[in-house]
């Protein structure tokens, strides 16, 4: 009978994952989400600073959830080696409409240096290669695509209007499996008083917890 041999990957998948956890370097990262972080709404700074892992936001049109999204995205990416943060919108053009000039506007601010793919619409940041991929809820394949990758961030726009179905889909099935990080639902109050974002949103929901009590077991 023959006898496996050790594995020779694993020391490189070790040393690869232990580079994955290091934080930001302050010369770039920590200056960049400072000033970011300054420019919130006290509110969107609890949103984009939460360390918790299930967040949500139920803000009005222009609100500055797409802004607070945004933070708590980059905060994520500038610390984190190759970190990979997808943002579903209803369809990929509504997730283009909002965020991309946005996001870019705001890296070119702060100084945090990216390459832009246009057609697939995603962010690399220059310094350590952490993606930002701009999806839409609409298409089976889009989604499908996020199978497979470390995701250490997901935000879910207009939460209210994806189907009960398409979302358990998303989080459970696409992403849940190699979820890392947080998952953070934000959007309007919708047309029907039901679902995974109404629940957890509506104060005293199945599923809601106020920010005061989110220190509560």
Not at 33 to 40: G, K, P, Q, T, Y
Request: charged share 25%; proline share 7%.
């Amino acid at each position: 009978m023959t006898k496996a041999l050790p594995n020779p990957q694993a020391p490189w998948a070790n040393a690869k994952a232990a580079r994955r956890v290091l934080t930001r370097d302050g010369s770039w990262g920590d200056s960049a989400i400072h000033r970011l972080v300054a420019d919130c709404h006290p509110k969107q700074r609890d949103a984009a600073l939460d360390p918790s892992h299930l967040v949500s936001a139920c803000i009005p049109r222009g609100g500055g959830k797409t802004t607070t999204f945004m933070v708590r995205a980059l905060d994520t990416l500038t610390s984190r080696v190759e970190a990979y943060v997808p943002y579903v919108a209803t369809t990929k053009g509504h997730a283009t409409n909002i965020l991309w000039r946005k996001v870019k506007r705001a890296m070119e601010a702060v100084q945090i240096e990216y390459r832009p793919f246009e057609v697939d619409k995603m962010i690399v940041l220059s310094k350590n290669g952490s993606i930002l991929k701009l999806c839409g809820a609409d298409d089976d394949a889009e989604v499908d695509k996020l199978r497979g990758f470390r995701i250490d961030g997901l935000g879910i726009d207009e939460a209210a209007y994806h189907s009960p179905k398409r979302l358990a889909y998303i989080i459970d099935e696409a992403v849940g499996p190699r979820l890392r990080g947080w998952v953070f639902l934000i959007g309007s109050p919708g047309r029907d008083p039901s679902g995974l974002f109404f629940d957890v949103t509506v104060p005293g929901g199945p599923l809601h917890r106020p920010y005061a009590d989110r220190g509560d077991p």
